[in-house]
T-cell receptor
Framework: DTGVSQDPRHKITKRGQNVTFRCDPISEHNRLYWYRQTLGQGPEFLTYFQNEAQLEKSRLLSDRFSAERPKGSFSTLEIQRTEQGDSAMYLC???????????FGQGTRLTVV | ELKVEQNPLFLSMQEGKNYTIYCNYS?????LYWYRQDPGKSLESLFVLLSNGAVKQEGRLMASLDTKARLSTLHITAAVHDLSATYFCAVDEDYGGATNKLIFGTGTLLAVQP
C-alpha cells in the first residue's frame, strides 16, 4: 500500500460546471477526512466518514458540495455549479481508527476559471 | 471554538542558526501535530504529541508540548537549506481524539538562506 491516493491531481474547470474528485484511503483505514486548503492558508476541515457513515460536515460545506463513501472504502467529493471561490487544494486523509494519526494524500488542485 | 495561532508567519534564517516556531491554541486538547508542506505538495507528518511535557526529536527538528500553557514549539537546530518549507501545527478539536478533526494554524514559511 502506497498511502492515500487522490485523483485527479489537477483539475481546471469553467465556472458553473460540476466536478468530482476521488480519494482512496490506506487499506483498512476506516476513517476518511476531506480538507480544503486555499493559497497561503492552513487546511480547513470539510467532512469526515467512519466507514460509510458521514459523521460531521463543516459549515464550509455548502449545499453545492456532497461527499460519499458508499462502501466504506474510496470516497468522492462532488462540487456542483463551481464558483471561482472554490479554487483550492482539496486534501483527503485517512486514519486507522478513532484517535489514530491521519495520513494525507497528495491533494487535488482545483482551478475554476 | 478552537483557534490555533502560529508565529512567526514568515521566518528567514541563515544556515547554521537556531530558531523556534510557536503554536498557541485556545481550548483544551490532548494531541497536537506538526506537518511540513513543500510548495504544491501535500502534508508530511513530522511529529505527534500526545501528552503534557511530550518532547520528540528528529534530526534538526525538536517539538514539545505544554498542554497547561496550550503551547507547542518546533525548534530548529543548525538550519540547512533542505528545511525550507511551510510548517503547520494542527490541534485535534476533540479531547481524546474522538473525531480526529484537526484545526490547523496559518503556517510558518521557513526560508533558509545559505
Amino acid at each position: 500500500d502506497t498511502g492515500v491516493s487522490q485523483d485527479p491531481r489537477h483539475k481546471i474547470t469553467k465556472r458553473g460546471q460540476n466536478v468530482t474528485f476521488r480519494c482512496d484511503p490506506i487499506s483498512e483505514h476506516n476513517r476518511l477526512y476531506w480538507y480544503r486548503q486555499t493559497l497561503g492558508q492552513g487546511p480547513e476541515f470539510l467532512t469526515y466518514f467512519q466507514n460509510e457513515a458521514q459523521l460531521e460536515k463543516s459549515r464550509l460545506l455548502s449545499d453545492r458540495f456532497s461527499a460519499e463513501r458508499p462502501k466504506g472504502s474510496f470516497s468522492t467529493l462532488e462540487i456542483q455549479r463551481t464558483e471561482q471561490g472554490d479554487s483550492a487544494m482539496y486534501l483527503c486523509a485517512s486514519s486507522l481508527m478513532q484517535g489514530a494519526e491521519a495520513f494525507f494524500g497528495q491533494g487535488t488542485r482545483l482551478t475554476v476559471v | 471554538e478552537l483557534k490555533v495561532e502560529q508565529n512567526p508567519l514568515f521566518l528567514s534564517m541563515q544556515e547554521g542558526k537556531n530558531y523556534t516556531i510557536y503554536c498557541n491554541y485556545s481550548t483544551t486538547s490532548d494531541r497536537l501535530y506538526w506537518y511540513r508542506q513543500d510548495p504544491g505538495k501535500s502534508l508530511e507528518s513530522l511529529f505527534v504529541l500526545l501528552s503534557n511535557g511530550a518532547v520528540k526529536q528528529e534530526g534538526r527538528l525538536m517539538a514539545s508540548l505544554d498542554t497547561k500553557a496550550r503551547l507547542s514549539t518546533l525548534h530548529i537546530t543548525a538550519a540547512v537549506h533542505d528545511l525550507s518549507a511551510t510548517y503547520f501545527c494542527a490541534v485535534d478539536e476533540d479531547y481524546g481524539g474522538a473525531t480526529n478533526k484537526l484545526i490547523f494554524g496559518t503556517g510558518t514559511l521557513l526560508a533558509v538562506q545559505p
